[in-house]
């Protein structure tokens, strides 16, 4: 079969291993009728003719549902291992594991995801995520040995870091560079409401002793039922996220231009309903950097070269992230690693902590650091007595997450006029202090106030890295970082639970401390990252 097609939109220049890189010096897209001339035009600025409105808003909505959805998934299983631990025999080790069993699918999913998400779409990784989650939510929901209940959450890892990372790829590319940052940290409110969505339901639910069904062979009962409501947010995510179309860049960089070039007049109609103006934009032409093939074309090749296609897109891609990225993609891995590894360990181990605090203080009136409620708990409680869990332990979660808030917003308007590499700084650098604090808090207010700091501090740091890769690295390889870093992430994550695990009931305090260390190499890796533009202005 010939490599060549006839002139015109959708066509590929000779099928060389060139084709799939990005190239600096083809700047130009499409055309824009002015008057009787057509101006050429960039795909930017094709995309900002489009303009940014009311369809950026109501895809951020859809869009920090999908977030939500997987920060439920992602906090699930912290909320219920107090109340779980004697039906699934679970200790401070075994919930460590379990807690972790989500990011070791995280850790396989990324990488996977990421490299779908650069050769299938971002749209179809997405919808894949969401699905594949929702089905091992209840699945899990309905499983009575622990076993098999941590190789389906291992399935539910897998699947929502695909829409955890991807997030943000399809979203910042429906979005013009000067509209990015704010758009993409908005995100993050999100995230946060997600858990605290969770943490709400868990307080209402768990506590209650609800059994919904119990008999020789399934019992289903409060805990169970949380897990099972927590797969409708990734069902209602699925269904929205089907009703908008793949991103307009990649379809661009897909060599898919009459779709790219529809969706932006799409935008541009919902974003100035009240004009009579049409889209300036009359037509895209085929670019050199194109890394593929239309539909049409891509179904009418053997399938062997299709494959053979797609593997040189991958090894090019890889490629280019090392050879011509490669200090930025190891700066933001160590950020993600030690960022994951601190922050994900103390918010999914705050319930059980704040549990034991609460079960200490029901036996003894006085106030005492958390460590030491903890240690007390461990001495004395029976591993046979089913804890009777508080609510006001997921209350004061709750609180920790709601105070996050606050800081999203004021960084929101910050990014506008900051640059992000001091927002990193401080993101890493005051929760250091805070976590080293919390294990000399002598009351529970107190270590409520310093939690709220840490995560509050914390919770910034991955949705601003996020922001920044969105600068740092080209459509073409975009993917492809953003899976590595966020697996890398993952490991960190599993790192931290894990360790935190063991380590809570032999040292509390030298945990708390490990924690301070992991985030002062993060502070330290910010230092490495190149300059950054203020404000996403490019």
């Keep these: 079969m010939s490599n060549q097609r006839p002139i015109g939109v959708g066509n590929l220049t000779e099928l060389t291993q060139d ?8 700047n130009n897209v499409g055309f824009k009728s002015l008057g009787l001339t057509n101006l ?11 303009g940014t409105g009311i369809y950026q808003i109501l895809l951020l909505i859809v869009c920090g549902i999908v977030n939500m959805s997987c920060s439920i998934s992602t906090t699930a299983i912290s ?91 399809y979203f910042g590319e429906f979005l013009s560079p000067n509209k990015r940052d704010i758009y993409l940290l908005s995100l993050e409110i ?107 074309y891509i179904e009418g090749i053997p399938f062997m070269t299709n494959l053979k296609i797609r593997l040189i897109t991958l090894k090019n891609g890889h490629k280019t992230l090392f050879t011509s990225y490669g200090r930025k993609i190891i700066v933001t891995s160590v950020i993600e690693f030690c960022l994951m590894a601190s922050y994900i360990a103390v918010l999914l181990w705050l319930p059980e902590l704040f549990s034991r605090y609460y079960e200490f203080k029901k036996k003894r009136l006085e106030d005492v650091y958390i460590c030491t409620a903890s240690e007390w708990v461990l001495k004395y409680q029976s591993n046979d007595t089913v804890r009777e869990v ?55 207010l107190q270590a409520e106030i310093m939690c709220c700091i840490f995560e509050g501090f914390t919770t910034l740091t991955e949705p601003i890295l996020f ?16 899976s590595m ?23 509390c305090t030298l945990t708390f401390y490990l924690i301070a260390a992991l985030l002062f190499i993060a502070f330290l890796a910010t230092g490495f990252l190149p300059r950054l533009k203020i404000g996403g202005s490019h």
Aim: with cysteine; aromatic share 12%; net charge neutral.
């Design 467 to 482: 922001v920044t890769m969105v600068e740092l690295f080209p459509s073409n390889v975009k993917g492809v970082a953003f």
């Design 190 to 296: 999100f995230w946060v409401l997600g858990i605290i969505a969770g943490q709400g339901i868990a307080m209402v639910i768990i506590p209650s002793d609800l059994v919904l069904l119990s008999n020789t062979y399934i019992v289903f009962n409060a805990w169970r039922a949380f897990i099972f409501l927590s797969s409708i947010p990734s069902f209602i995510g699925f269904i929205l996220i089907y009703l908008y179309p793949e991103s307009p860049r990649y379809l661009m960089y897909r060599g898919r231009m009459i779709e790219s070039r529809d969706i932006l007049e799409k935008i541009y109609i919902v974003n100035n309903k009240n004009t009579v103006a049409s889209y300036p934009v009359t037509s895209f032409t085929q670019t050199y950097s194109a890394i593929g093939f239309n539909r049409a």
């Design 40 to 50: 050429p035009v960039t795909f930017e600025e094709a995309q900002h003719e489009s």
């Design 79 to 169: 909320l219920i291992t107090p109340a779980a631990e004697v039906d699934l025999n679970l200790n401070s080790t075994t919930k460590g594991v379990l807690n972790g069993a989500p990011f070791l699918g995280m850790v396989f999913g990324a990488y996977f995801w990421g490299v779908c998400g650069d050769m299938k779409g971002r749209r179809f990784v997405i919808l894949a995520s969401m699905g594949m989650d929702a089905l091992c939510s209840v699945l899990s929901s309905l499983t009575q040995d622990a076993l098999y209940f941590l190789i389906i959450r291992i399935g539910n890892g897998f699947a929502i870091i695909g829409a955890t990372c991807m997030i943000y790829v």
């Design 390 to 444: 508080s609510a006001d332990a997921y209350f004061a979660a709750m609180l920790v997450s709601l105070s996050t808030v606050p800081p999203i917003i004021i960084t929101g308007i910050l990014i506008k006029y900051v640059n992000k590499k001091i927002l990193l700084c401080m993101s890493c650098g005051i929760p250091i202090i805070s976590v080293a604090l919390i294990t000399i808090t002598k009351n529970d």
């Design 485 to 507: 870093t966020v697996m890398i992430g993952r490991l960190g994550a599993i790192f931290g639970i894990i360790v935190f695990g063991i380590l809570i009931d032999k040292n």
């Design 19 to 26: 084709i799939f890189d990005e190239s600096t010096t083809d």
